[in-house]
Each structure stands twice: as structure tokens, then as C-alpha cells.
């Protein structure tokens, strides 16, 4: 599928109406496309979808794919039967993409891909069309009544080929608090990787936006200092593995979620 440039390099991001519901509620997971934690529905059909996953407090994991699946348009309505912190995971298949070897590179630079802009210049290929396949991995965090200390779904591996983890559940921190941010990338450490954040606060304003990098095990802290709506997003490239179908693979990987604060119905007393 032959697609324009500016479809590719743009954020994907699962957003429900709301991050803290009752237990028992419906949530719809918005499917968004975009760039600065703004855009439009993302008009991918169902055969796009690889996976989508609900992990439950407890520890059970649900399969929705067959479901979500069942018509031309996705269905990603949600029942949060449980109590506490339930993460939702939505993998795609590939999409391709050809650009010409200018287009590419400026693409390259705008998303912080040096690593790839050296390589192509080492293989003299910087005039060179380029053929890209790219794939989206987006998980959400959603709050259903109150957290509880035995809870740790919100930690939990979905097993995406590039993903993000958090080491404490925002649901239950205080203004102040630094979050520790794991990326793993083929299930391991992704050590100086760039992580796009924006904080979209709840009492309004401009969104705020943050440029963090990995340590050598794949870790980055983000300082929440106000309550908000969250997004996280992170890109790789690496070299196709089949050169006779495509030049490069991209993947993209976001992570929403909300910090609450002390406004948190969900905090632990």
C-alpha cells in the first residue's frame, strides 16, 4: 500500500474518553493519529489490526482481536469489569511507504533517526529512493475505581516488538513524583533511545512537551509535577529483512495514560 509521507511520521495513540472510570464501565479506545498529542481518528481498517490485548488487575489476559475484528470498521469498546488498573494493547501489521532519497532523509532528521541517517550515508545511499514498512504498537492505561497495592498489571509486557513500561502506576503518585520510563525494544533495554513526552494538562493551558533519552538499561525518568493526560512516543529503524520487499522497517510505539495527582479517586489512603 502506497500511502503519503505525512501518514508515517505522525504519533498513534489510543485515547478513551476518559482515564478514570467506575468499574463495570464501556470505554471506547479512540484510535488517533497526529502529531504534538493533536490529530484525527485513525481511519485503519480491521484489517490492519494484528492484536489487540486486554490485560486485566489480577492478571488475566483477554484476546479482543476475533472481536474487534468482526466488521470492516474496528470495534474497541471495552467492558472494565475489575477494580484497579487495566492496560489495553493495540499491535498493527505493516504498511508501506516510498519515498524519494531527499523526502527521506528530511524524514529521518525531523524524527531524530541519526543512527540511519549515518548508515545510508556509509552505504552512499542518501540520493536513493527509499522503501519503508512501518508498524504501530500502542498500549493505554486506563483507571477503573481504586488501585490496590497487589495490583501490577500496569507493569506488565505485552510482548510488542518495541514498547514502553512504566515502573510505578501514575494512578497513585503525588505532584512531585519522578516516573520511571522502560523502553524495550525485542524484549531487551533500548539504551539511548529518544522518548517524545506531552503533557496535556487538566486544567488547561498549552500542552507541554519533553525530550528524554534511555540510559544504559533503557530507562528515563519524567517528572509529574501537575495533573494530566500523558502520551509517550517512541520510533525505531532497522534494515529490512527481506531487501527484495522493502529497504527499511519502522516501528512505532506509544503509551497514554493520566496522571491524576492528589484529585485521584483512586488513591491509596
Same mark, same amino acid.
Not at 516510498?98 to 525531523?110: Q, V
Given at each position: ?49 494484528? +492484536?489487540? %490485548? *486486554? ?30 488498573? *487495566? ?30 541517517? %549515518? ?47 512504566? +515502573? ?44 528524554? *533519552? ?26 529490512? %529483512? ?28
Amino acid at each position: 500500500m502506497l500511502i503519503a509521507l505525512g501518514a508515517s511520521a505522525s504519533e498513534f495513540w489510543l485515547q478513551p474518553v476518559r482515564f478514570v472510570v467506575a468499574p463495570g464501565s464501556c470505554v471506547h479506545l479512540g484510535r488517533w493519529v497526529g502529531q504534538q498529542f493533536r490529530g484525527e481518528r485513525w481511519s485503519g481498517n480491521s484489517q490492519r489490526l494484528e +492484536e489487540l %490485548a *486486554h490485560l486485566q488487575p489480577g492478571g488475566t489476559r483477554a484476546n479482543l482481536t476475533a472481536t474487534a475484528r468482526q466488521a470492516d470498521t474496528l470495534q474497541t469498546s471495552v467492558l472494565l469489569k475489575q477494580p484497579g488498573t *487495566h492496560m489495553l494493547g493495540f499491535r498493527t501489521n505493516n504498511a508501506t511507504i516510498s519515498m524519494t532519497g531527499a523526502e527521506f532523509t528530511d524524514y529521518l532528521r525531523a524524527e531524530g533517526l541519526s543512527d540511519i541517517l %549515518a548508515l545510508r550515508q556509509r552505504r552512499r545511499q542518501t540520493t536513493a529512493p527509499a522503501r519503508e514498512r512501518y508498524r504501530r504498537c500502542a498500549k493505554t492505561l486506563i483507571q477503573a475505581g481504586r488501585a490496590t497495592p497487589t495490583d501490577t498489571t500496569w507493569q506488565r509486557h505485552l510482548g510488542h516488538p518495541l514498547e514502553i513500561l512504566l +515502573e510505578q502506576n501514575p494512578y497513585t503518585l503525588r505532584p512531585g513524583a519522578a516516573l520511571t520510563v522502560v523502553v524495550l525494544a525485542a524484549g531487551r533495554p533500548a539504551s539511548n533511545q529518544t522518548v517524545q513526552a506531552w503533557l496535556r494538562p487538566h486544567a488547561g493551558g498549552s500542552t507541554q512537551h519533553f525530550t528524554l *533519552h534511555t540510559n544504559n538499561n533503557g530507562r528515563t525518568l519524567l517528572r509529574l509535577l501537575h495533573p494530566a493526560d500523558i502520551l509517550l512516543s517512541i520510533v525505531r529503524m532497522e534494515p529490512y %529483512a527481506a531487501p527484495a520487499e522493502a529497504d527499511w522497517q519502522s516501528t512505532w510505539a506509544t503509551l497514554t495514560f493520566a496522571f491524576p495527582g492528589d484529585k485521584s479517586p483512586s488513591r491509596i489512603n
